[in-house]
């Protein structure tokens, strides 16, 4: 069965520095991976999705990149913002016909002003 | 284009009473989907729908039933409601190659 674990649960930065979240899964046959973001009381927001034959994808501040073979995907912001300030949740879909996601249970973003 | 759309938007429920969560898209997808957030948990499937027709089970159906009612529109059905499905319930979607998952606003259910 896939997990898929997100260390740290919680990241407090200051504003301007560039972080990284991590994301780790223990089955290496997925088909992509996405990242997400949550804000409080909302809705998941797709920020980026690597297909598995890729090994990054970049969308303004945010760089992900995936490593198959180590079972790990980080996401990179950089120049973080107050506005980033949010949960952020990464989910793999594994490969065959089965789309359904396994997600993490996410990084709690601070970014302080 | 207003996504994905979920009804209601918050549910009291009492032990035992049933309800239907209602989602529908406008984005022509085949793939439509039924999750809960519970803290501590992320996010766990509880239905999907490959295509219209068509209902496979996910990691957690106890309780629920679903009905893919056309294309557009993917319902959640709580027969007899528990307080242990208290709970946040996302409806999503997806289609074409990339397969990117959309969410709607999500339904926030408390069960009495």
């Known amino acids: 069965k896939q997990e898929v674990t997100q260390i740290p649960a919680a990241l407090s930065v200051p504003e301007g520095e560039n972080l990284v979240l991590n994301c780790s899964f223990t089955?290496?046959?997925?088909?992509?991976l996405q990242w997400f973001r949550q804000d409080p009381g909302k809705g998941l927001t797709s920020l980026l999705l690597i297909q598995s034959s890729q090994r990054e994808q970049t969308s303004g501040r945010l760089n992900a990149s995936l490593d198959k073979s180590s079972g790990r995907s980080t996401l990179y912001i950089a120049a973080s913002q107050p506005g980033d300030s949010a949960t952020y949740l990464c989910?793999?879909?594994?490969?065959?016909?089965?789309?359904?996601?396994?997600f993490g249970s996410g990084t709690q973003l601070t970014v302080l002003p | 284009n207003a996504g994905v759309t979920q009804t209601p938007k918050f549910q009291v429920l009492k032990t035992g009473q049933s309800m239907t969560l209602q989602c529908a898209q406008d984005?022509?997808?085949?793939?439509m989907y039924w999750y809960r957030q519970d803290p501590g948990m992320g996010l766990r499937l509880i239905y999907y729908?490959?295509?219209?027709?068509?209902?496979d089970k996910g990691e957690v159906p106890n309780g629920y039933n679903v009905s893919r009612l056309n294309k557009r529109e993917f319902s959640l059905r709580l027969e007899s409601a528990a307080p242990s499905q208290t709970s946040v319930y996302f409806c999503?979607?997806?289609?074409?190659?990339?397969?990117?998952?959309?969410f709607g606003p999500g339904t926030r259910l408390t069960v009495l």
């Open positions: 089955d290496s046959a997925i088909y992509n």
């Open positions: 729908s490959a295509s219209e027709g068509t209902t």
């Open positions: 984005m022509n997808h085949n793939s």
């Open positions: 999503a979607s997806s289609g074409g190659m990339a397969d990117t998952q959309y």
């Open positions: 989910a793999v879909r594994r490969s065959g016909s089965a789309r359904q996601l396994t």
